[in-house]
């Protein structure tokens, strides 16, 4: 029997290869101090953030491309393998064609491929993990590449001091092929406009606009629910999980989470003082750290977990 109300049982994932791509010019907290009224020592508090990359040559797509290569060659993974290509972004270059479809084109893809983006700002990268899990067995390759890459400097406000200094941009990208593995994942949404938004091509004031406090809240009550639902409904516990990969969007977020967890610190992965929060490519981005840090081994249970606009949130256990 599968899962209620199914009545198959659907194959996990098992991530084959990361990659990442990362603009060369990178913004200190010092150099945020000359665009807007902060300092160094605030930012670090309140964020954990140091600095974070700012595309200055590059774009979405080129630092999609980059990711996607770097993960194929890290894997040894040949074009003609991959069958679906998910990119979550908020920062595309082009409103249409998707920005997976120009992947396609630069990766050399042939025409057997479904290539679609996914649109659910931060969480965006975790409901591709779903959306791969539930597509790669019908389709004739057996690799899906799952890519989270935002430009969000073309979309911050840098007179903004509530929110330049926390955002940064880069990709991530990650390839999973259906496996005999343990996955599941449980996702919400609660159709809210007012916590974080931006304004959509032609409109005025198209830059990030958050109420921090209220996200803040959110995010750790959404995340530690995540967690410990899966867990329970797993019949786990924190025990059995090696990493936790939460979004990347505040040290201090991650720091309450963790406080539902004690004795655990350790599992959760914090990469931020680098990168700032970098939307949906925060979690395909750690898990590149982790894997290229030889910390992810196989047999581990990982969970991703993560939030954003909508506002969504999602939590997925992985069994490497
Ligand atoms: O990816 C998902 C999206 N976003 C998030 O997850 C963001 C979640 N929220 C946050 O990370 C935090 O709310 C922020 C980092 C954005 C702000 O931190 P906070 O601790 O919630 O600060 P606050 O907004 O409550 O502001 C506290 C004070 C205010 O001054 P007063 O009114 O107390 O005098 C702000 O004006 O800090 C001031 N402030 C700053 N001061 C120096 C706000 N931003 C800055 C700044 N530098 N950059």
Partial sequence: MG????????????????????????????DMSKLVDTNDEWIVT???IHSRFQCREESCLSLAVGAARNAME????????IGLVLVASQTADYAFPSTACMIQKELGLGEEV???DISAACTGFLFSLGTARGLLEALK?????????????????????GTCILFG??????????AEKEFY?????????????????????????????????FAVTAMQQGISEVLA???????????????????????????????????????????GNTSAASIPLALDDLNKAGRLKPGQKIICVGFGAGLTWSCALLEL
């Avoid at 994932?13 to 010019?25: D, F, Q």
């Avoid at 390759?141 to 001091?161: C, H, M, N, V």
């Avoid at 409109?203 to 809240?217: A, C, L, P, Y």
Wanted: charged letters at 25%; glycine letters at 12%; proline letters at 3%.
């Fill in 3 to 30: 899962r209620k109300g199914t009545d198959f049982e659907l194959k996990g994932l098992k991530i084959v290869a990361t990659g990442k791509a990362l603009p060369k010019h990178s913004l200190t907290n010092e």
């Fill in 185 to 217: 994942q449980k996702s919400w949404s609660r159709g809210d406009i007012g916590a974080l938004s931006c304004p959509g091509l032609g409109k005025e004031g198209q830059h990030i606009q958050m109420n921090g406090s209220e996200v803040f809240r």
């Fill in 114 to 116: 479904m290539a679609f």
């Fill in 74 to 81: 890290s894997g040894g993974i040949r074009p003609e393998q």
């Fill in 233 to 275: 409904e797993k019949g786990l516990t924190m025990d059995d999980i090696a990493h936790v990969v939460c979004h990347q969007a505040n040290a201090r977020i991650i720091g309450h989470v963790q406080k539902k967890f004690p004795g655990q610190e350790e599992k959760f992965f914090i990469n931020i003082d680098h990168y």
């Fill in 46 to 48: 309140r964020t954990g």
């Fill in 169 to 178: 941009d880069g990709a991530g990208a990650v390839i999973v092929e259906a």
């Fill in 141 to 161: 390759k057996p690799y899906a590449l799952l890519i989270g890459s935002e430009q969000l400097s073309r979309i911050i406000d840098y007179t903004d001091r």
